[in-house]
């Protein structure tokens, strides 16, 4: 009997449950490139992405087949469209520039910004707001984002290849 009552504390504190803290970060607010993987209002496709500063973003459509090579560029309030050499100004409500502005919107409005990251399955998670309703970010330990959303917008992203840029590259880059 006293081998019992001396297991049951010990069983206790091996099988209770604990969630791992919480961890005060920030996403990164600096110039990147990665591959997305983007769903956006159920269409999905894959892009390979530059981010050189809040609000400038270039997005090169890399599938599905149809869409390969159409380049995005956003400046502030101005679209770019550029695809086999035409380039345009874009509607604002064409689907595609949509999704590229969504994805500017959600990132830049959590970029720098402290939270709560709270450890789960995936890495580390945390909630934001931007003008287009709730974001969540997700980082890996070393505070790489792995992917972002926001549901409201119909809107995620899955993020591989991650690349700091350096800050000489990307001014040599608009200057052109």
Known sequence: MKKLLLAVPVILAFSSCSS????????????????????????????????????????????????????????????????????????VGNDAVSAAKAIASAYDAVAGQQGTFTADANGYTMTGTCPLGSVTVVLADDGTPLAFSCDTAGLSVELSGFEKLPETDIEAEIVE
Request: charged fraction near 20%; aromatic fraction near 8%; hydrophobic fraction near 40%.
């Open 20 to 91: 791992a803290p919480a961890q005060t970060a920030a996403v990164p607010d600096i110039p990147f490139s990665a591959n997305a993987g983007i769903t956006y209002n159920g269409a999905e496709f894959t892009a390979e992405v530059w981010r050189s500063a809040p609000g400038k973003w270039e997005l090169t459509v890399t599938e599905p087949y149809t869409l390969e090579g159409l380049k995005m560029e956003l400046c502030g309030d101005e679209t770019r469209l550029s695809l086999l050499g035409i380039e345009a100004a874009a509607d």
